[in-house]
């Protein structure tokens, strides 16, 4: 069954054992200011706290919980877009906060160019260890040299806008770069703003 799709701003988060960082993700999304907004959980068959860490933000924020299963990122993402009420379905991943006015830089940079059919914004790292740092910073070197600052865009801070993007809007044979692909694919129907 398809759900109908109104106006607004969804929040999808995808989860996997994230006990230990998604807490940290909600209170980032529960603090902001701005527009009001849906939060759509995609779990992975969690075997952690994860989904208790959720449920005690269900007083905070507006959540729903959907199952994922197939620990394929790019299906978690659309089974995240397919459960959003939303024109406006925004991406977080559970181990990232959200800045402070990060949905209201969403939405507004959609209310001012109603054409857009994706907004990305940066990611500042926050390395938990060396591997992961050096990982990171491969990952940022790639980025910023391919396509002078094109692939400066990251599904774990992205938005899209359903009603302009083709479905479905990632391609699940990507097991890694779906963002990449996505970005690629979207600069030829739809117009794409970086909003740091």
């Not at 857009?116 to 260890?129: D, M």
Request: charged share 20%; with cysteine; net charge negative.
């Amino acid at each position: 069954m398809t759900t109908p799709v109104t106006g607004g701003l969804t929040v999808v988060v995808l989860t996997w054992n994230s006990a230990r960082t998604i807490g940290s993700c909600l209170e980032s999304l529960a603090l902001q200011a701005g527009p009001d907004f849906d939060v759509v959980i995609v779990d992975d068959d969690s075997a952690d706290e994860t989904l208790a860490v959720v449920a005690a933000y269900s007083a905070r924020l507006r959540i729903s919980v959907a199952r994922n299963g197939s620990h394929v990122i790019p299906r978690g993402r659309n089974i995240g877009i397919a459960a959003s009420r939303t024109s406006l379905v925004a991406f977080l991943d559970s181990d990232d906060r959200a800045a402070p006015g990060w949905a209201q830089a969403i939405t507004g940079a959609f209310g001012d160019d109603p054409r857009l059919g994706l907004v990305s914004g940066a990611l500042v790292p926050a390395y938990r260890t060396l591997a992961a740092r050096a990982i990171a910073l491969n990952d940022d070197a790639v980025r910023r040299l391919s396509g002078r600052g094109r692939a400066q865009f990251y599904a774990g801070n992205c938005a899209v806008n359903r009603d302009l993007v083709p479905g479905p809007v990632f391609d699940e044979d990507f097991r890694f770069a779906e963002d990449l692909e996505l970005a690629a694919r979207l600069r030829a129907c739809c117009r794409w703003a970086h909003v740091p």
